[in-house]
């Protein structure tokens, strides 16, 4: 119970010196990865940098400590941060106080469901995503993750539109209008990098190298340069009047959607205090539910238009003309021919927030992570509702699944190569505590990761202690080494997300689920192709192929295989139709694959049917129910219903191979002596023998021997020989 419990106490059996020098080794390689990485994906999840140290802190060591797998590395990861930000998205803006909040709890929502299905061992509950959904998922997500990173290559600034391809337009047109050459060769340089080295060895940590790198050239380079003026310094006629008329959209977006939580909430009481007259409708309550209709047209138009200020602005190029501390700026190319100006193309830094007139930020420069917060994140329990909680709850599941997915598949590759036990369930809880505690420490929604994993395995790591290892890395970049950070260029972050969602990208699979069975390759591709359209509203092309996979399944199940089977040349009953087998005239013998219950139980009887009408001669009908392997009450009277149809056709009924528990229902319900004892075979062999011996010997057809009867080549000659002494006795 105490290995179950704190299941780390095992990681101690036989445990060394030696194999804590290998784990203290193989925590360092992994924290050189994990350091870098975690800030690249806590931007793709729509937060600043420095809450991916925050994921990166807690959970490592507590997936490690209360999981099953010694070498699983949790944290941060591509999938799990862009499904986080695409679930958040609708109900806060990406990168602010109330997005960070909701971040946090949505990763305590996902643990609270995965603690929730470990300890109630529905680990199982996994198998709804199927295999060609997954990879149809994770190819798509693979592009998006890359191609949301376009804008940070290319140093320019877009609204995001409500499906992710319009984005990418947005950022295909402001890169024309003016592309920030520094910063893309900053994002191909980093490439350049992490690709050459992972080609000489993939041991290098290469995403480390690259970042430190170009961190230097940055600081000594000036990558950086932004400056504060105030509106007055901007020589453009009309200028403050635009800046107005953009803060004053701001001040109506806000208004509006106050207004419309306001009468909300209002909704939300009438509803809670309604009766059940009328179905619970009021005059009152139509009226409000209209006004928030008319708040949510408002509220759209409002946005629209802070958009298209927010682009016009974005759009402005200005050159700078330094006196003393201060800039004056100017139209591109119209400053005046006496006054000196640097080379640089300024721009005004325009987020969705209201721009301080006073404090105006110009950048003439790339972009880079800037100031990280140093020490450890606050540790406060995240306040969760019932109201939150299970508007969070969609989200939380799905992520929860697909991050569980991508874990324990990562921990069952490796454990075919260690030989070591897995408990996807114990591997639930683990993963849930992870995101629990860590939510308490500031983290967001985790997973564990493929490549890190596949680091910590290469580095030989013997046990969770590697982990734990890492944690404390984690710690010590946030205690002493952030400032360090300060002059990262966002662009190598994005080309840190790029490199790592390569590995997710995987045509062949497509292929092989096609080989595989057609439908399944068209579900993956049906699923890519959904959830490329879709995005950034991710959870509907996993919905779509989970939907269209039930759908087939329930369909095979209304549809199970029944064959009409004969003697092939090996002596076996094989189907007649899919070998090309001659079937006896008088003998049918039908094999029925799968559980017979409601939603197939009168397609046995039309397929028995079609078997009458194509053979008139028909004499006996052999069922062959090895197949089924379970029987409920629908079943169990359509096949009674059978028996008495075809033996009120004059026709006899048998039944081989017949399962333990179906003979139970059989005899329970009675049908075991409607069928007669007699009736009852053990295998198709003692079956088709006696049938052959009813209906071929003493009767107006041609006897057993005579070779008109395929079936009668079942048995050597001194097998018939034996039987027929039996039926003469």
């Not at 990098?193 to 290469?206: A, F, Q, V």
């Not at 734990?468 to 946030?478: D, G, R, Y």
């Not at 078997?611 to 629908?634: C, H, K, T, V, W």
């Amino acid at each position: 119970m105490i290995y179950k419990i704190f299941p780390f106490f095992l990681w101690f059996k036989d445990y060394s010196f030696g194999n804590f020098r290998i784990d203290l080794l193989a925590g360092i390689t992994v924290a050189l990865v994990l350091i870098p990485q975690s800030m690249a994906y806590a931007q793709l999840a729509g937060l600043p940098a420095y809450y991916g140290l925050y994921a990166a802190f807690l959970p490592p060591m507590v997936a490690a400590l209360f999981g099953s797998s010694r070498q699983l590395a949790t944290g941060p990861v591509a999938v799990v941060s862009l499904m986080s930000a695409a679930s958040l998205e609708p109900l806060a803006t990406a990168g602010s106080a109330e997005f960070i909040a909701y971040s946090i709890v949505l990763a305590l929502t996902v643990g609270i469901f995965q603690f929730s299905l470990g300890v109630l061992r529905l680990g199982l509950v996994v198998n709804f995503l199927s295999h060609p959904v997954v990879n149809g998922f994770t190819n798509a997500a693979a592009i998006i993750i890359a191609s949301s990173q376009f804008s940070k290559f290319f140093g320019v600034y877009v609204d995001k539109a409500e499906h992710h391809y319009e984005t990418l337009i947005r950022v295909g047109q402001a890169a024309i209008d003016y592309t920030h050459f520094p910063t893309l060769l900053y994002g191909v340089g980093a490439v350049a990098i992490m690709y050459g080295l992972r080609k000489i060895n993939p041991r290098i940590p290469n995403v480390l190298i690259a970042v430190a790198v170009t961190t230097v050239i940055s600081y000594f380079t000036g990558f950086n340069k932004d400056t504060y003026v105030t509106v007055d310094a901007i020589q453009i006629n009309g200028f403050e009047e635009k800046v107005e008329a953009f803060n004053h959209s701001v001040r109506e977006i806000e208004r509006i959607g106050q207004t419309r939580a306001d009468v909300g909430l209002d909704i939300d009481n009438l509803k809670a205090h309604a009766d059940d007259s009328h179905g619970g409708k009021t005059p009152e309550l139509v009226r409000l539910e209209s006004e928030v209709e008319i708040l949510s047209i408002e509220l759209a138009k409002a946005k629209k238009l802070s958009s298209e200020l927010r682009t016009e602005l974005r759009y402005m190029k200005f050159t700078g003309v330094s006196q003393s501390e201060n800039y004056i700026f100017y139209p591109m190319g119209e400053a005046p021919s006496d006054m000196e100006t640097d080379s640089s193309t300024w721009r005004i830094s325009v987020g969705t927030v209201e721009l301080d007139p006073s404090k105006l930020k110009f950048t003439g420069g790339g972009a880079i992570v800037g100031k990280i917060p140093e020490g450890l994140p606050t540790f406060v329990v995240p306040s969760l509702d019932g109201k939150t909680f299970f508007k969070l709850l969609p989200y939380a599941i799905i992520i929860s699944l697909l991050g569980f997915m991508e874990a324990i598949a990562i921990a069952k590759a490796m454990a075919a190569q260690t030989g070591q036990k897995l408990d996807p369930n114990q591997e639930l809880i683990g993963q849930g505590l992870a995101n629990i505690l860590g939510s308490i420490g500031s983290s967001y929604a985790v997973s564990g990761s493929f490549s890190r994993s596949a680091v910590n395995l290469q580095a030989g790591a013997i046990s969770g202690i590697s982990s734990v290892i890492t944690s404390v890395m984690v710690v010590i970049t946030l205690l002493f080494f952030t400032p360090l950070l300060y002059h990262l260029p966002q662009a190598v972050l994005a080309a840190v997300i790029m490199m790592a969602v390569i590995g997710l990208v995987n045509v062949k699979g497509f292929i092989h689920a096609w080989k595989a069975q057609w439908y399944d390759g068209a579900i993956a591709i049906f699923s890519f192709l959904v959830t490329l359209y879709f995005a950034p509203h991710l959870d509907k092309g996993i919905m779509v192929g989970v939907v269209l996979s039930m759908c087939i399944f329930l369909y095979k199940s209304m549809r199970p295989v029944v064959a009409s089977l004969s003697l092939s040349e090996e002596k076996v009953l094989k189907s007649a139709d899919y070998y090309r087998l001659k079937g006896c005239r008088h003998i049918s013998v039908v094999r029925f694959d799968g559980a017979l219950f409601f939603a197939n139980a009168s397609y046995l009887d039309e397929q028995v049917l079609k078997f009458r009408n194509e053979q008139p001669d028909l004499r006996y009908i052999l069922l062959d129910a090895r197949g089924i392997n379970d029987m409920d009450a629908s079943g169990e009277e359509a096949l009674e219903m059978l028996v008495k149809r075809v033996r009120s056709g004059g026709l006899g009924f048998a039944v081989c191979g017949v399962k333990g528990q179906i003979l139970d229902v059989m005899e329970r319900t009675g049908l075991y002596d409607e069928i007669g004892k007699e009736n009852i075979y053990a295998d198709s062999r003692a079956a088709t023998t006696a049938i052959i011996e009813k209906i071929h010997r003493g009767t107006d057809l041609p006897e057993g021997g005579c070779g008109a009867c395929p079936l009668t080549q079942y048995l050597p000659l001194e097998d018939q020989k034996h039987i027929n002494k039996v039926m003469t006795s």
